[in-house]
């Protein structure tokens, strides 16, 4: 299934209007932050490179986002609905 943004990756995490891959991922949640339901904002930690160590070894599960290389693992926050 590719990403609804880019139809050019394939889709990894959760979007507003359907799957998106990463990096739209994280375009979306520069643009639209996603809140809690305690109404804090959430940190973005999806990107590609990993914004920890600059990795592209960087994977996600539609819940859960992390870094081969430094281990990082957050898990993914879903659109408000
Ligand atoms: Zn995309
Ligand atoms: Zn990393």
């Known amino acids: ?22 990096p739209c991922y994280a375009l979306e949640r520069q643009t ?19 914004m920890g160590c600059g990795s592209h070894a960087v994977d996600a599960n539609g819940w859960a986002f992390w870094c081969d290389a430094c281990g990082m693992q957050v898990a993914v926050a879903y659109p408000d609905s």
């Open 32 to 50: 639209a932050p996603r809140r809690t339901s305690q109404g804090m904002t959430l940190a973005n930690f999806v990107s590609d490179p990993c």
């Open 1 to 22: 299934m590719r990403c609804t943004h880019c139809e050019l990756r394939n889709m990894k995490l959760p979007g507003t209007a359907g799957g998106l891959c990463i």
